[in-house]
């Protein structure tokens, strides 16, 4: 039986999988997301990861019935452009044609948190809900939403909760405009927050973990260490992302009446549980109809759910 690829392109990491007709991960392979290059760089490490993943399933690339990816950025028929976190990737670029050269076999391309938020739908912590909000909380904030079973896709841009606005006049987004969630929950953004109160005199151990791990970014991990360490900074600028969550998401609730939320990314997937519930009673003060409050839990693919999420666009 013909097996499938699925690959979550992501700002930081590419995870590759492999799987069986069953949908069973028989194969899987991560690595770091290309900081230069452009995009020939990122489709040669696209490559190279599903080869790994291939390889460690036993068949070559040639041998898929297809392969899935999952990209940031705006895509258009195979082809994706304005992906803000790859190395000079603005216009556009056909992604599927020039990896399906590399790799032997056809390529589908869609959006990185709709194939993950599709996932859940149809595999993961949304299976039980008609509609459901997905959160990824990540180096920016993006969202996808699932009506009776479907995604609203809207005139093709529905989702971007990350760029809702939850104070007027707020902080400056990475989108242009002011006071939108990522401002104040997106890693970036969170990132480039510390950077200035550091400069302006605020102790912070967060940098310091970053250098000791051997990193240039504040990832997931080191936000995390640094929380177990009782950093102040770290506890004030996560508190704010979760108060801004909170009422992004209570507003789209109280909007669309939605059975379930469900938060993942990269970090609502290394906070867990834990943190999904503060979102939780932060949103709870916002919710205009509080006495039936939709389900709000973390995503239930874990690491691999962009992956094997986008693996489902290979035709079966
Ligand atoms: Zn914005």
Same mark, same amino acid.
């Given at each position: 039986m013909a097996l499938r690829g699925g690959i979550d392109l992501g700002g930081t990491k590419i995870e590759a999988v492999v799987l069986d007709p069953d949908g069973t991960v028989v194969g899987q392979a991560r690595s770091p997301t290309p900081h230069e290059g452009g995009p020939p760089a990122v489709i040669d490490a696209l490559a190279s990861g599903l080869r790994e993943a291939a390889e460690a399933a036993g068949v070559s690339t040639d041998e898929l019935s297809g392969v899935g990816v999952g990209s940031p950025g705006e895509v258009d028929n195979g082809s994706v452009a304005h992906a803000r976190n790859l190395p000079d990737w603005d216009e556009a670029y056909p992604l599927s044609s020039a990896l399906s050269e590399q790799v032997g076999a056809p390529v589908s391309v869609a959006n990185d948190v709709g194939v993950a938020v599709d996932a859940e739908a149809k595999?993961?912590? /949304? !299976?039980?809900? +008609?509609s459901f909000l997905g959160v990824w909380w990540g180096t920016g904030v993006g969202g996808a939403i699932v009506v009776n079973g479907k995604r609203w896709l809207g005139r093709g841009a +529905? /989702?971007?909760? %990350?760029?809702?606005?939850?104070?007027? %006049? %707020?902080r400056r987004c990475e989108c242009g405009r !002011? /006071?939108?969630l990522e401002a104040y929950a997106g890693r970036g953004a969170m990132e480039r927050r510390a950077r200035r109160d550091v400069a302006h005199g605020e102790k912070t151990d967060l940098f310091q973990l970053m250098e000791k791990h051997g990193r240039t970014r504040l990832t997931s991990g080191i936000w995390a260490r640094a929380l177990e360490h009782d950093d102040r900074l770290a506890h004030k600028l996560i508190r704010r992302a979760v108060e801004a969550l909170g009422a992004g998401i209570a507003s789209t609730v109280n909007l669309l009446d939605l059975d379930a939320v469900v938060i993942g990314g990269g970090l609502g997937t290394r906070f867990g549980q834990p943190y999904v519930e503060k979102i939780e009673r932060e949103m709870m003060k916002h919710l205009f109809v509080p006495e039936r409050p939709p389900a709000v839990l973390p995503a239930g693919l874990g690491d691999l759910g962009g992956a094997i999420g986008a693996s489902l666009l290979v035709e079966p």
């Open positions: 595999l993961g912590a /949304g !299976k039980d809900y +008609a +529905a /989702g971007e909760i %990350g760029h809702t606005v939850v104070k007027l %006049g %707020g !002011k /006071g939108c």
